[in-house]
């Protein structure tokens, strides 16, 4: 069975930190075109990172210096380390994933081709 399972979420206070985890299963986590996305009360969902088959991340401009993905392939995990958090991150983290090899992908992409996504995780960030 396919799947992804996030955890990590929680409420901080502003300049806090959090590392969200997404927990795959099912198909070939170490290949797979993979990302973050989020949507916050009354918006649409919008890309945080993605990180292609060949390793390459490529991440919003809000997350840029501040979040960080990597990929954990002996246990099938990806995570997204959130530093310097402020109260506009606040949202619900979702994880997502082509299970099939892409090079060369960006979010816009994975956004598009998904055909996997996790129950989210939510992260409340506090003045």
């Known amino acids: 069975q396919v799947q992804l399972v996030e955890s990590g979420g929680g409420s901080v206070q502003a300049g806090g930190s959090l590392r969200l985890s997404c927990a795959a299963s099912g198909f070939m986590f170490s290949s797979s075109f993979m990302g973050w996305f989020r949507q916050a009360p009354g918006k649409g969902r919008e890309a945080v990172g993605c990180?292609?088959?060949?390793?390459?991340?490529t991440y919003a401009d809000f997350a840029k210096g501040r979040f960080t993905i990597s990929r954990d392939n002996a246990n099938d995990i990806l995570y997204l380390q959130m530093n310097s958090l402020k109260p506009d991150v606040t949202a619900m983290y979702y994880c997502?994933?082509?299970?099939?090899?892409?090079?060369?992908?960006?979010?816009?992409?994975?956004?598009?081709?998904?055909?996997?996504w996790g129950q989210g995780t939510q992260v409340t960030v506090s003045s």
């Open positions: 990180i292609d088959s060949d390793g390459r991340i």
């Open positions: 997502a994933a082509a299970g099939r090899r892409v090079a060369g992908g960006n979010c816009a992409i994975l956004l598009l081709i998904a055909d996997t």
